[in-house]
């Protein structure tokens, strides 16, 4: 499934929810669901700097896409970055460089949450582009 269309499926998933407090229940549901990254990555080179919370985020490389795992300490960030794995993983690292972030704003969520936890989700897509960005230069050269 293309990025996009994931991300669609994200918004609309979010816009049944009449509040937040339902949107950040399904939020600690969807990081239940994060494919879980091996303890041995739970180290300091695959910690994202910027985040309030710790989030480990590790990516591999399989059949041309790239594959994220993640963790963190905290159940609202861990719903975030399950978020955000779920749009981009396994996916191209040429797909995961062009794809816009719009949806996070359609789905409201920069606005409810704190400005460390903004600061977080930035710091997140910004490492996952570079994971993307390091296997791409990896196919091209």
Not at 16 to 42: A, H, N, T
Not at 52 to 62: F, G, I, L, T, Y
Request: hydrophobic letters at 40%; aromatic letters at 8%; one cysteine or more.
């Amino acid at each position: 499934m293309q990025i996009e269309a994931i991300q669609e499926e994200i918004v609309d998933e979010f816009s049944m929810f009449d509040d937040w407090m339902q949107r950040y229940e399904y939020m600690i549901e969807l990081g239940k669901s994060l494919p879980k990254i091996s303890d041995e990555f739970k180290t300091d080179d695959h910690l994202i700097k910027g985040c309030q919370s710790k989030v480990w985020v590790h990516a591999d490389m399989e059949d041309g896409k790239v594959v994220f795992t993640a963790d963190s300490d905290a159940i609202i960030t861990k719903g975030i970055i399950g978020i955000l794995i779920r749009a981009f993983s396994n996916q191209k690292p040429a797909d995961i460089l062009s794809a816009k972030t719009d949806f996070i704003d359609e789905i409201g969520l920069k606005e409810h949450l704190s400005p460390t936890r903004a600061n977080g989700l930035v710091s997140m897509i910004k490492q996952l582009k570079l994971y993307a960005l390091a296997y791409q230069a990896k196919i091209e050269s």
